[in-house]
């Protein structure tokens, strides 16, 4: 097991959770920045909404991470459930369904009776499974891996606010930093989808225009 907590966090979170993670964040932050109205904010003001924004991010990132680290257990519990079930079968024809239904079905379709017989052996073969369910180091470096995504998408459209005194200028490139990073995240998804990553890539730069456009229209 690698002890490089950040390779273990790529290695448990698939690439597709790490992307839904990172939208997250990003439209978590934007929502926040819908309530500056830029046309009277002053510092106190733009503090406010950092904090506010912070704060959400904070919160979301925790429940999300837990709710990870729930379908993580409740997967373990699956899979354990199925090993239970594989031992204690006394007709090898149940055994050798209870496998397949595990299975994704594609896999499932194509093994004949005699591989189904040769991983039940081997399960046979193993030692007796844990009784209850529990996550592994793994699992709550994932869910880590989750809190940290969440909130550290933030920051790069925080920084404008941070650095410019002028709300409505940090407002206009935080906007910008938020489009660029969603035209990224949905050009990783098409690929990841094997869609036209420039569509998917657009698509997601129009979720973050309508919501530009909802922060200047309630924002001030």
Same mark, same amino acid.
């Given at each position: 097991?690698?002890?490089?907590? +950040?390779?273990?966090?790529?290695? +448990?979170?698939?690439?597709?959770? $790490?992307?839904?993670?990172?939208? @997250? ?11 500056? $109205?830029?046309?009277? =904010? ?11 924004? /912070?704060?959400?991010? /904070? ?6 991470? *837990? ?7 409740? %997967? ?9 079930? #594989?031992?204690?079968?006394?007709? &090898?024809?149940?055994?050798? $369904? ?8 594609? +896999? ?6 005699? %591989? ?7 399960? *046979?073969? /193993?030692?007796? &499974? ?15 891996? #989750? @809190?940290?995504?969440? #909130? *550290?998408?933030?920051? &790069? ?13 940090? /407002?206009?490139?935080?906007? =910008? ?5 969603? @035209? ?6 098409? $690929? ?19 919501? #530009?456009?909802?922060?200047?229209? @309630?924002?001030?």
């Amino acid at each position: 097991m690698s002890n490089d907590p +950040v390779k273990t966090i790529k290695r +448990v979170l698939a690439p597709s959770e $790490r992307i839904a993670e990172v939208l @997250f964040g990003l439209i978590m932050f934007l929502t926040i920045t819908g309530s500056l $109205r830029v046309a009277t =904010a002053g510092p106190d003001d733009v503090d406010t909404m950092l904090r506010n924004a /912070l704060g959400c991010n /904070l919160a979301w990132g925790i429940i999300d991470a *837990l709710l990870y680290c729930m379908g993580r257990g409740a %997967e373990i519990g699956r899979g354990l459930s199925v090993h239970h079930a #594989v031992r204690r079968a006394t007709d &090898p024809q149940l055994a050798h $369904r209870l496998i397949a239904d595990a299975l994704p079905s594609v +896999v499932a379709s194509v093994l004949q009776p005699a %591989e189904l017989a040769s991983i039940h052996q081997r399960l *046979l073969q /193993l030692p007796e &499974p844990p009784k209850q369910a529990r996550l592994r180091k793994d699992d709550w470096l994932a869910g880590l891996g #989750v @809190f940290l995504l969440v #909130v *550290l998408s933030m920051f &790069p459209l925080a920084i404008p606010f941070i650095f410019m005194h002028n709300a409505a200028a940090a /407002l206009r490139v935080s906007n =910008a930093i938020a489009i660029v990073m969603l @035209f990224g995240m949905g050009y990783a998804y098409g $690929r990841l989808t094997l869609r036209n990553p420039w569509s998917r890539a657009i698509a997601m730069v129009i979720v973050g225009l309508a919501l #530009v456009a909802l922060t200047k229209a @309630f924002g001030g």
